[in-house]
């Protein structure tokens, strides 16, 4: 069975990017633009991953992290962040708020693909 992943980004040419190379990895992969799209896509795709931009139009990732951890529906879905913020206090404040992985930009896609892979062991 293939895992579901939602990709939400705000850049289509990293989303593009990123989509093509977990598709590579046998991933099922849906893509928004921003956090408000992304909540929308989730609650109705229900997907075994959300990878999510921090910095976004209409709704921030922080925000969106907030949105998953007090929706019944969305509780349990693990959200790995993406982004270029690297303070401590950044990667702090989004696993405080429930975030399964934090990657930073730029990044290599097989660090990413460890994070995701180690979720996903985890689940079993």
């Known amino acids: 069975m293939n895992n579901t992943i939602l990709l939400i980004e705000d850049k289509p040419g990293l989303s593009e990017a990123l989509r093509s190379l977990l598709e590579l990895h046998q991933y099922t992969v849906a893509v928004a633009s921003n956090g408000e799209e992304g909540i929308r896509t989730a609650r109705a795709l229900l997907p075994d991953l959300v990878i999510s931009d921090i910095y976004m139009p209409v709704l921030n990732g922080l925000d969106l992290l907030?949105?998953?951890?007090?929706?019944?529906?969305?509780?349990?879905?693990?959200?790995?962040?993406?982004?270029?913020?690297?303070?401590?206090?950044?990667?702090?404040?989004?696993?405080?708020?429930?975030?399964?992985?934090?990657?930073t930009k730029p990044f290599l896609f097989k660090n990413l693909h460890a994070v995701i892979q180690g979720i996903f062991e985890k689940q079993l």
């Open 66 to 103: 907030d949105t998953f951890r007090n929706d019944p529906t969305l509780h349990d879905i693990p959200v790995v962040m993406l982004t270029a913020r690297s303070e401590y206090d950044d990667v702090r404040m989004a696993m405080e708020k429930g975030a399964a992985g934090y990657v």
